[in-house]
C-alpha cells in the first residue's frame, strides 16, 4: 500500500521562503508529483522528481531522495497568490501485467502567505 | 486551462437519484482518471482508463461505474445516491502509459446530494 504524509498546515509571509516535506511508504516508487490547488479549483501540476536530487523551476523546486522517502517542495519570493492547498502525490510501479501506475495523493498542506 | 473538459460543473440532487458526469480528455491524451475529493478525505483514487479498456481501480463504490469511449471521453455513473457521496469530482487526463506521464486535472464537478 501506499502512505503519504505532509504537515497539514503551514503560514509564511510574503517574500519568505518555505519548504513543504512530503514523506512517503509505498510498494513500489516510480514517481513523486507536487501539485498545486486553490479551494475549489482543480490540481494544477509543479513538478515532477523521478531521480534523487533538486529540480528547479523558476520560483519553485522541489527535492527528492528515494532512499529516504521523502521529498520537499520549496517555495522562494512567497506571493500571497502562493496560498493554496500543496499536494504530494506518489506514482505506484505498474501493477503486474499493466504499464501503468496510479497516482496516490497525500492529504494536501494549506500554505497561508501573510503581507 | 488544462484541456480537459468536465461537465456539468455543478449539481444538486435528491438522495436515491442516478447522476452521469462527463470529461474529455486533452487532444492525444489515452489515460483518463477519476478522482473523488471530500473535506475529510482527500483526494482519492476512483478508476482509470486507458484506451478503452480499465486498468486500475481504487476506492470505488459498487454503486458508481464509469466507462471510456471509442473517441476517448469517459462518463463516471453514480446511482442510489447518498449524502456522503457529495464531493468534488475530479476528472484527469495523461498521454498514456509508462514512466513521466503527467496527470492533468479537470475544473471538477461539484457534486450536493440533498
Known amino acids: 500500500g501506499q502512505n503519504i504524509d505532509q504537515p497539514t498546515e503551514m503560514t509564511a509571509t510574503e517574500g519568505a521562503i518555505v519548504q513543504i516535506n512530503c514523506t512517503y511508504q509505498t510498494s513500489g516508487f516510480n514517481g513523486l508529483f507536487w501539485y498545486q490547488q486553490h479551494a475549489g479549483e482543480a490540481p494544477t501540476f509543479l513538478s515532477y522528481?523521478?531521480?534523487?536530487g533538486l529540480e528547479e523551476k523558476g520560483r519553485f523546486s522541489s527535492f527528492l531522495s528515494r532512499s529516504k522517502g521523502y521529498s520537499y517542495l520549496l517555495l522562494k519570493e512567497l506571493q500571497m497568490k502562493d496560498s493554496a492547498s500543496y499536494l504530494c502525490a506518489v506514482r505506484s510501479r505498474a501493477d503486474r501485467g499493466s504499464t501503468l501506475g496510479r497516482l496516490y495523493f497525500g492529504r494536501g498542506t494549506q500554505l497561508t502567505v501573510w503581507p | 486551462d488544462s484541456g480537459v473538459t468536465q461537465t456539468p460543473k455543478h449539481l444538486i440532487t435528491a438522495t436515491g437519484q442516478r447522476v452521469t458526469l462527463r470529461c474529455s480528455p486533452r487532444s492525444g491524451d489515452l489515460s483518463v482518471y477519476w478522482y473523488q475529493q471530500s473535506l475529510d478525505q482527500g483526494l482519492q483514487f476512483l478508476i482509470q482508463?486507458?484506451?478503452?479498456?480499465?486498468?486500475a481501480k481504487g476506492n470505488i463504490l459498487e454503486r458508481f461505474s464509469a466507462q471510456q469511449f471509442p473517441d476517448l471521453h469517459s462518463e463516471l455513473n453514480l446511482s442510489s445516491l447518498e449524502l456522503g457521496d457529495s464531493a468534488l469530482y475530479f476528472c484527469a487526463s495523461s498521454v498514456g502509459a509508462g514512466d513521466g506521464n503527467t496527470i492533468y486535472f479537470g475544473e471538477g464537478s461539484w457534486l450536493t446530494v440533498v
Open positions: 482508463y486507458y484506451n478503452g479498456e480499465e486498468r
Open positions: 522528481n523521478v531521480l534523487d
